[in-house]
């Protein structure tokens, strides 16, 4: 008897080689575009300072920096800071997102409203909140409330502007058409003008989400014993340079998830802007 040996069949469904390698390179390439002028830029510090290039007293290298930043998290101690840090910003912008949004669609839609009340604000817009913080001191003292107040009142007019600019650029052809068939002046603003303003009202919460980390910041330094501004003064004072960055890049990861969340948002509710695509 014969027996002939034949070679097994090779699987058809093997995933092809080429294909997995090109999606590879085409991702690398994405991430590359994306991410390498940052991943450059923390490569040159690491070698800078490692090399002497930069003072590692001010400039310490990023895997120090990192180092610090995990010892603080891993300890549970700048949690504590963030969740006080959070706490205060999300108060405050929630606050002028409850007053920002319905203001902004009240002076939107009536035109003397908004030749009343714009160049009080426009005043108020062109002061500073850091000028103003002694006098939200004063009135409020020391505490939270002052600080808090300080980041709402920052916050409040990118959200107030964005607002009352997109529904005043809604286009007026979709009003009337609206209007054509019979919808009352409600629907009109439910079904086209507040639809079309919210692209508007969505830039206007991410600078106020970039406006109330920022004030955050300078409202912890002055007053404060806990939160993440208040660690980056803390540790300069104290000379912790490694802790100083990671303090301040931990202030740059949260206004980066704040971002994120905002803009997941718009996707959510904006699907049908052709920018969303």
Same mark, same amino acid.
């Given at each position: 008897m014969t027996f002939h040996y034949s070679e097994p069949a090779r699987a058809t469904n093997a995933p092809d080689v080429r294909a997995v390698l090109s999606r590879v390179a085409v991702a690398g390439r994405h991430y590359a575009a994306n991410y390498g002028l940052l991943l450059a830029f923390f490569a040159g510090w690491q070698l800078a300072s490692t090399a002497g290039w930069l003072n590692p007293a001010v400039f310490p290298p990023i895997d120090r920096v990192a180092g610090a930043?995990?010892?603080?998290?891993?300890?549970?101690?700048?949690? #504590? #800071?963030?969740?006080?840090?959070?706490?205060?910003?999300?108060?405050?912008?929630?606050?002028?997102?409850?007053?920002?949004?319905?203001?902004?669609?009240?002076?939107?839609?009536?035109?003397?409203?908004?030749?009343?009340? #714009?160049?009080?604000?426009?005043?108020?817009?062109? @002061?500073?909140?850091?000028?103003?913080?002694?006098?939200?001191?004063?009135? $409020?003292?020391?505490?939270?409330?002052?600080?808090?107040?300080?980041?709402?009142?920052?916050?409040?007019?990118?959200? $107030? $502007?964005? @607002? @009352?600019?997109?529904?005043?650029?809604? #286009?007026?052809?979709?009003?009337?058409?609206?209007?054509?068939?019979?919808?009352?002046? $409600?629907?009109v603003f439910r079904r086209v003008v507040l639809p079309a303003s919210i692209p508007s009202i969505f830039v206007g919460l991410r600078l106020s989400a970039t406006t109330a980390l920022l004030l955050l910041i300078a409202a912890e330094m002055i007053g404060a014993n806990k939160g993440v501004g208040f660690q980056v003064m803390n540790a300069q004072y104290n000379f912790q340079i490694p802790l100083m960055f990671a303090a301040i890049f931990l202030l740059a990861f949260l206004g980066l998830g704040a971002n994120w969340v905002l803009v997941l948002l718009q996707r959510r509710f904006c699907r049908w802007s052709p920018a969303q695509h």
């Open positions: 930043l995990w010892n603080g998290l891993a300890s549970g101690a700048l949690l #504590d #800071d963030i969740a006080i840090s959070l706490q205060r910003a999300g108060i405050a912008f929630l606050a002028a997102v409850v007053v920002g949004i319905p203001l902004g669609l009240f002076m939107g839609q009536i035109r003397a409203v908004e030749q009343a009340l #714009d160049p009080i604000l426009q005043l108020f817009r062109q @002061t500073s909140a850091l000028a103003l913080y002694p006098v939200f001191i004063l009135l $409020l003292g020391l505490g939270e409330a002052s600080k808090i107040f300080v980041i709402f009142w920052a916050t409040l007019f990118p959200i $107030l $502007l964005a @607002t @009352t600019g997109g529904v005043k650029e809604v #286009d007026p052809k979709l009003i009337e058409m609206a209007r054509t068939f019979g919808a009352a002046r $409600l629907t």
